[in-house]
């Protein structure tokens, strides 16, 4: 205040050095300023007055300080988790109850349990040699859905590979899911990927990469178009506190503040990266912490809490189109399953820890409760959806399963939008040795 | 990753200083008060001290191009600044990022850019080859043309994961639902005469292991907009390196409107029967020099070949020409292992084996880091080139 004052005085009287008399004399008064009082010759001798003690280093706006003194990294009481209901479902404070209507919030409840269902049965099918790897959202239902939830259906997704029930709750049919993973003729991503990788393009869900927090930085470029299109979209980028170690990580969290982007940074915190828990992949106060270091409005919430997911979604995602700024959201949570099918979390993890999550604090139950609080859910209902929902699945699946593979030409195709010469030559090449060795190769499951 | 802007903003100094003859420098050095104690003269030690050299090549400007309308004397940086303008005022999806871009950059290249266009369009990013590139495939995932600078070819390797894993695999990997077509990497590559370890790399052959990407690398201001421009066009990821030799080294009449120079086309620069001469860049002037060479002195007819794109190469005018000649010379300045000479030969030996007289000689960098003070050892200069030549003849 006294310094606006001061410099407003500094206007008026035309002083091109500093505040200027009046300046002074604003900053005489006893402890506005300590360096004033302690410095009573200066103020005689020249006229600077104590403002011009302050730093002007280009690199940081501060005051200075004469105790030696490192700041301490607060990780005891560290952010807090933002939460709506506790643990039974009930809504704690009503002020923050999103007052969302009942078909949408059932929604909720079926994506997050078709969800679970259809990842039951795909696991299965991998241990029975049906495809060739699977992932797991077990326990980190709520991030997906409550986050979706609070987008627009054409705000951009890029996701690490732990989000499909981003794209479950924006109806991508079990189909679609199930000739990813069986990589059939009916796959839009024409075979090429592992199980879980992911895209659809009508759905604005960016295919799914391996390589962790890549998609980090390209989210921030495509929010940065987005901006300049005046296309009032966010993106919203999701990755796990692992991949949140990464450069890419750094690098797009800092992308972002320094070139405004409409951004939301969501984290899924769920304490481990396959093996190596949170006390092994950092040691400040998780992912939320780092926000402000970029100059990031930052939040954490109980990813378990459908509600509170939605809450920080929602607010993050109209003030970062409004504002052009990058929100960081993380997310905590717990990974209930197995890392994927390659991984037996038994050898690094306790049985009965998973069990707490499992029985104590998942998301669905929490829903579920709350559902039934509200008299919107009962046991009847229950069973009917469970049966039903087992059915779809099973349905899709089976489907999936009888489905030939696509054309093994189609090897070739999309790496470069044309076929360079040589590529084609090496198709044809393909082809003619299937001609002659084709009895040794399961041409038999794929089309022509 | 010291980017040194102060290097770059001598690179003009010093090729100037060249131009004027390297004795110029330390008379004004010798005359200057401060130094006139510490400098001795020659003759006093007894040793000749070393003169900065003259650059290793000649650049041979191309004939005025008739076709592309109104031409403008440009050196090569100005050709790209042009370029880039054409690209901005056409596409106003276009925007270009980087470090120091926004002032105009450390080799000018985007000089009056910013002004022009905007500060949402040309500007400074954070210090970080990752983000740079991974931030240009996002703008180019959304469909908008994202132009993005390194700022020495030496620091694109950050960039490398972001490259090869997700930029060249986007199409593919999507099934064609998502892709970066319209990213263009551009980035100063090539020795410059000091440049030492990083600031004088040629990474193309790590580029070209790559399916999914282009590599381009020009040899004069008149390509280098027509081939800048159809990378900028072109929809897969383009990697654009341009030799920093040239950036004022090189002028010659270069068209003011916009004009595509098509990728994957080697050209023949000179025609010839008896054996055939590939390079791409500076070095490209190096062994039009070693062809002149070849036939004063031996009488020998080259055929002079500008690959232009390394990757997808133009194997067909290769091939043609060395079932013509018989022989077959490839030059580049980055190191012999796993240099890009390598794919040529061994492609060409398949194609052309029958027709060879001799074999295929490579005439490129040791494999060293790139020196500094060594560079006038450690380059493929013409001599290098001349005597492999010959003995290529009298296989």
């Not at chain 2, 871009?101 to 290249?109: P, S, T």
């Not at chain 2, 700022?151 to 998502?178: C, H, M, T, W």
Request: aromatic share 10%; glycine share 8%.
């Amino acid at each position: 205040m006294a310094v606006a004052a001061a410099a407003a005085a500094a206007r008026i009287w035309g002083s091109s050095r500093g505040l200027g008399q009046a300046g002074l004399l604003l900053l005489r008064r006893p402890g506005a300023w300590g360096l004033a009082r302690s410095l009573p010759q200066r103020r005689a001798q020249q006229h600077f007055p104590s403002l011009d003690d302050k730093p002007q280093f280009p690199g940081a706006s501060a005051e200075f300080v004469d105790k030696l003194e490192f700041i301490q990294p607060n990780v005891i009481s560290g952010i807090p988790v933002y939460r709506v209901m506790d643990r039974q479902g009930q809504i704690i404070n009503p002020s923050e109850d999103p007052h969302l209507p009942q078909e949408k919030v059932l929604k909720f409840y079926k994506s997050m349990t078709l969800l679970n269902t259809m990842d039951r049965i795909l696991y299965e099918s991998q241990r029975q040699g049906r495809i060739s790897f699977y992932m797991t959202n077990y326990g980190e239902e709520g991030t997906h859905v409550g986050s979706a939830a609070a987008l627009d259906n054409t705000d951009l997704v890029f996701g690490q590979y732990r989000e499909a029930g981003v794209l479950m709750y924006r109806d991508y049919p079990l189909e679609l899911f199930m000739a990813q993973c069986y990589g059939n003729a009916s796959d839009l991503g024409k075979g090429r990927q592992m199980p879980v990788h992911y895209g659809c393009k009508e759905r604005h869900f960016v295919t799914i990469s391996s390589p962790l927090a890549t998609q980090i930085p390209q989210a921030v470029g495509a929010a940065y178009a987005a901006k300049r299109a005046n296309a009032n979209r966010v993106v919203i980028c999701y990755f796990g506190e692992g991949a949140a170690s990464e450069g890419d990580a750094h690098a797009g969290f800092n992308f972002a503040a320094t070139l405004e982007c409409p951004i939301i940074f969501f984290c899924r915190n769920n304490g481990y990266a396959i093996s190596t828990p949170t006390s092994e992949q950092y040691r400040g106060d998780g992912i939320a912490a780092r926000g402000p270091g970029y100059g990031i409005m930052s939040i954490r919430v109980d990813g378990n809490d459908v509600f509170a997911v939605y809450n920080a979604t929602k607010e993050a995602r109209r003030r970062a189109v409004a504002e052009n700024q990058p929100f960081l959201i993380e997310a905590m949570t717990y990974r209930i399953g197995h890392h994927s099918t390659s991984d037996d979390s038994s050898a690094y993890r306790s049985v009965d820890e998973v069990s707490y999550w499992d029985k104590q604090d998942h998301p669905i139950s929490r829903l579920r409760h709350h559902l039934q609080g509200r008299g919107w859910w009962d046991e009847e209902q229950e069973k009917a959806w469970r049966k039903q929902s087992r059915k779809k699945v099973m349905e899709a699946f089976e489907q999936a399963e009888r489905k030939p593979k696509p054309s093994p030409s189609l090897l070739f195709s999309d790496v470069y939008q044309e076929m360079p010469p040589q590529l084609r030559k090496q198709q044809e090449a393909l082809a003619r040795h299937l001609q002659t060795y084709g009895e040794h190769y399961p041409l038999d499951h794929f089309e022509k | 990753m010291a980017a040194l802007a102060a290097l770059a903003a001598t690179v003009g100094g010093l090729l100037r200083l060249r131009a004027a003859g390297a004795e110029g420098q330390w008379r004004r050095l010798r005359g200057a008060g401060l130094l006139r104690g510490l400098l001795q003269p020659d003759s006093a030690t007894g040793v000749a001290a070393q003169r900065r050299h003259v650059a290793h090549f000649t650049f041979q400007p191309d004939p005025e191009p008739q076709e592309y309308g109104q031409t403008q004397k440009m050196n090569l940086f100005q050709a790209i600044t042009s370029a880039l303008d054409n690209s901005l005022a056409k596409d106003p999806t276009a925007v270009i990022f980087g470090e120091d871009v926004a002032f105009g950059g450390v080799f000018r290249c985007t000089v009056g850019l910013r002004d022009k266009y905007g500060k949402d369009r040309v500007f400074n990013t954070p210090l970080c080859e990752q983000g740079i590139v991974g931030f240009g495939i996002g703008v180019a995932v959304t469909g908008a043309t994202a132009i993005a600078e390194i700022q020495f070819a030496d620091y694109i390797f950050p960039a490398f994961d972001q490259i090869v894993n997700e930029a060249a695999k986007y199409r593919y990997r999507s099934g064609d639902l998502f892709n970066c077509g319209s990213l263009t990497i551009r980035a100063p590559w090539g020795c410059v005469g000091h440049g030492a370890l990083y600031h004088s790399q040629s990474p193309e052959a790590f580029f070209a292991h790559c399916p999914g990407i282009k590599v381009v690398v020009p040899r004069s201001p008149f390509q280098a907009k027509g081939l800048l421009l159809s990378c900028i066009e072109d929809k897969n990821p383009c990697i654009f390196f341009e030799p920093k030799i040239l950036y004022r080294a090189a002028v010659e009449q270069v068209p003011v409107e916009p004009y595509n120079i098509p990728l994957s086309q080697a050209e023949v620069i000179q025609e010839g029967s008896d054996v055939t001469l590939v390079a791409w860049g500076t070095q490209v002037h190096v062994i039009r020099e070693v062809a002149s060479m070849a036939q004063e002195k031996l009488g020998v007819s080259c055929e002079v070949i500008d690959l232009r794109t390394i990757l997808p190469w133009d194997m067909d005018t290769v091939c043609k020409s060395v079932i013509k000649t018989g022989r077959l010379l490839i030059s580049h300045e980055a190191p012999l292992t796993g240099g890009f000479a390598s794919e040529i030969s061994s492609t060409v030996q398949e194609e052309c084996f029958l027709n060879l007289e001799a074999p295929i000689s490579r005439v490129c960098g040791y494999d060293t880091p790139f020196p500094h003070i060594f560079e006038p050892f450690y380059i493929p200069d013409k001599w290098k080139c001349y005597d492999a030549l010959r003995k290529m003849i009298n296989y």
